[in-house]
């Protein structure tokens, strides 16, 4: 037994004081009877005995209850070591998408949340922090405002962050005892390397009645030489053979309604036609109970602003217009001598076919050019000048050609991973005609190859804006013109000079856009839908304006890019779908730690051991029965 205030004992010294009181009661002056009363000795003497008795009851009872008093105001307790230490609480509450899903009707966050206010005392100080949001030192009472309408997110902390976040949180005392307490459904993408052991850590794992979700994961664009283009809609987590309902919107206008039928995998997919050259704000809808970020998907489909494209040839061929038509680009050709150099300030792509030797006045504009994140696509001439290449190529990074050869090799390999290829080939083909050349240089380099002739020879190379060939394209060196290769490698090349707006974008992971605008004086420009608006980091260049999305936006949906309130595009975002699979981790198998189902039984383990026995109401008690005791032997002890 231990004493919250031992130094009251020392009141039991005051017991002394009815012992020598009592004791001075029992001196008595000896008597010695006469003859006349010899006759009532025996009645006196019996007199004697009762009174001796009665008072050392009452002086028995008397110290009992001084006893008694002294120790309840020392108040008795008995308690574990570890409730008597000091304790630090640290909480983290998974806000993340999947606690979404419900269980006996409530999401699981907002079931968490209501536990932790009902079993969380007002006085407990604690600190918590969520995937986006940190509470430090406060009490549940102060915080319930702010937990009750804590928002979903598409970010989740995994268990090696949530335990180097978690000990910013306690203080460095080694002294304290420090629960870590982690409240999630604890999906696979959660998983970590191990549980510290220097925190008591407490996993609650709380998980939906079904582990069912359909998710409409990601949609894609099919052009068409026809006035009908197809999108593709890609739905998962369905039951097979089950239709579901999805609907297409153009912003709030129905514009097409379909149903998805699933197969074993629990995979559909749905086409929906619309028509070319229509700009399309679209949104796609399912009705699911289970999830509700991953019901809906946005996309858009604008126009598609034209590309300036300049080849500076002395070729005869018109390979390059029939290449870069009129509806994508803006296509313009200029012999060497004829170049008015001022022109390449509006161009997002050049191209220098067929050329001997390249001026050092245009040198010195290309490099500028590229500087200012221009595409530059090379094909050098059969007769060209390799010092007067080399000064140039020397300004563009580590490139040199070293010889020309002659020998007949063919084109054998095709990077089928580089961008320029990205989405062109279903499969990696292997029996495709393979053009050939006779002349080629020998070239020093570090870009990547994209296409190679026999014997890992680089036939052309480089990216981000830098395409490089080894090789004259004259019908008299090679027959690569009249390839099937020559299209998309091109066309890649020239849309690359203009980044491609994609139909949707993935929050949370950077996005480059470009928009074929360059903003006049101070002007920004702005991104902003019907009630969020925001300004994206943003770099100028000559012909186009290039923004790059991080952080913001933080809401899907599609929004307008605009310039002093003119709008100029469109751009959507959709959450990332990592939280709809509703994976969970056995965590008994995989980590070792303290697992609970639920707040509440965790909150009743914690007080229990924190649990202190009281007993100085029972010592109070045991004074008041002793006084009616004394009172008892008072009036009925004779």
């Given at each position: 037994m231990q004493f919250k205030h031992p130094e009251i004992l020392w009141a039991l010294?005051?017991?002394?004081?009815?012992?020598?009181?009592?004791?001075?009661?029992?001196?008595?002056?000896?008597?010695?009877?006469?003859?006349?009363?010899?006759?009532?000795?025996?009645?006196?003497?019996?007199?004697?005995?009762s009174q001796s008795l009665k008072k050392?009851?009452?002086?028995?009872?008397?110290?009992?209850?001084?006893?008694?008093?002294?120790?309840?105001?020392?108040?008795?307790?008995?308690?574990?070591?570890?409730?008597?230490?000091?304790?630090?609480?640290?909480?983290?509450?998974d806000n993340s998408f999947s606690m979404q899903a419900k269980k006996n009707g409530l999401p699981l966050l907002q079931k968490a949340i209501q536990d932790l206010i009902k079993n969380v005392g007002d006085e407990h100080t604690l600190s918590l922090f969520t995937n986006e949001n940190t509470f430090r030192d406060v009490n549940i009472k102060n915080i319930q405002n702010n937990l009750l309408s804590l928002p979903y997110t598409h970010r989740q902390l995994s268990l090696d962050e949530i335990?180097?976040?978690?000990?910013?949180?306690?203080?460095?005392s080694s002294a304290s005892i420090k629960d870590l307490i982690i409240i999630s459904d604890f999906q696979q993408r959660m998983r970590g390397s191990t549980i510290d052991s220097i925190l008591n850590t407490y996993l609650v794992q709380i998980q939906p009645n079904s582990g069912y979700n359909v998710a409409v994961d990601s949609v894609s664009l099919h052009e068409a030489v026809s006035e009908q283009r197809k999108i593709t809609v890609f739905i998962s987590g369905g039951q097979p053979e089950e239709d579901l309902p999805i609907s297409l919107y153009n912003s709030d206008t129905l514009i097409a309604k379909s149903s998805a039928t699933f197969n074993d995998r629990g995979r559909a997919s749905i086409d929906f036609s619309l028509l070319s050259g229509v700009v399309i704000n679209g949104r796609l809808q399912i009705a699911d109970n289970s999830l509700g970020y991953d019901n809906r998907f946005f996309f858009n489909i604008d126009q598609k602003p034209k590309i300036n494209v300049l080849a500076i040839s002395n070729s005869d061929s018109d390979y390059l217009e029939r290449l870069y038509t009129e509806d994508e680009f803006n296509f313009t050709r200029n012999e060497l001598d004829q170049l008015n150099y001022s022109v390449l300030d509006k161009q997002a792509v050049v191209i220098l076919d067929n050329l001997e030797s390249i001026p050092q006045s245009l040198q010195k504009v290309l490099h500028a050019f590229r500087a200012d994140g221009g595409t530059l696509i090379i094909v050098p001439s059969v007769n060209a000048d390799l010092a007067n290449y080399n000064q140039f190529l020397s300004g563009l990074g580590a490139i040199r050609l070293l010889e020309k050869l002659q020998a007949d090799r063919r084109i054998t390999s095709i990077s089928f991973d580089h961008p320029l290829y990205a989405n062109v080939f279903e499969k990696n083909v292997t029996n495709f005609q393979y053009p050939s050349v006779s002349q080629y240089f020998s070239i020093q380099t570090k870009l990547p190859n994209v296409l190679g002739m026999e014997g890992n020879i680089p036939f052309l190379f480089g990216d981000d804006g830098l395409y490089l060939f080894s090789a004259s394209l004259e019908l008299s060196n090679t027959n690569f013109k009249n390839s099937p290769l020559i299209v998309p490698t091109f066309y890649n090349m020239g849309v690359s000079g203009l980044k491609t707006p994609k139909i949707y974008h993935t929050l949370g992971r950077p996005e480059v856009v470009d928009v074929a605008v360059q903003p006049t004086g101070d002007n920004i420009l702005k991104v902003s839908n019907d009630s969020y608006e925001?300004?994206?980091?943003?770099?100028?260049?000559?012909?186009?304006?290039?923004?790059?999305?991080?952080?913001?936006?933080?809401?899907?949906?599609?929004?307008?890019?605009?310039?002093?309130?003119?709008?100029?595009?469109?751009?959507?975002?959709?959450?990332?779908?990592?939280?709809?699979?509703?994976?969970?981790?056995?965590?008994?198998?995989?980590?070792?730690?303290?697992?609970?189902?639920?707040?509440?039984?965790?909150?009743?383990?914690?007080?229990?051991?924190?649990?202190?026995?009281?007993?100085?109401?029972?010592?109070?008690?045991?004074?008041?029965?002793?006084?009616?005791?004394?009172?008892i032997i008072q009036k009925f002890v004779a």
């Open positions: 010294f005051l017991l002394l004081i009815p012992i020598v009181i009592h004791l001075f009661q029992l001196r008595r002056f000896q008597k010695t009877p006469f003859t006349n009363v010899a006759m009532l000795q025996k009645v006196v003497s019996e007199s004697r005995k050392w009851l009452l002086l028995v009872t008397r110290i009992s209850l001084l006893a008694s008093l002294v120790l309840a105001f020392a108040q008795p307790f008995v308690a574990n070591e570890a409730a008597l230490k000091e304790k630090e609480t640290v909480i983290y509450l335990q180097i976040k978690a000990k910013t949180l306690f203080s460095n925001f300004i994206p980091q943003q770099q100028r260049f000559s012909n186009r304006t290039r923004l790059t999305f991080d952080e913001n936006p933080t809401i899907d949906g599609t929004y307008t890019i605009h310039e002093n309130d003119a709008p100029l595009r469109n751009i959507s975002f959709n959450f990332p779908r990592n939280e709809s699979m509703l994976n969970y981790m056995d965590l008994e198998k995989s980590l070792a730690a303290n697992i609970h189902d639920s707040v509440e039984e965790l909150f009743q383990q914690l007080k229990a051991e924190s649990s202190i026995s009281a007993y100085w109401k029972w010592f109070v008690i045991l004074a008041l029965l002793l006084a009616l005791l004394e009172v």
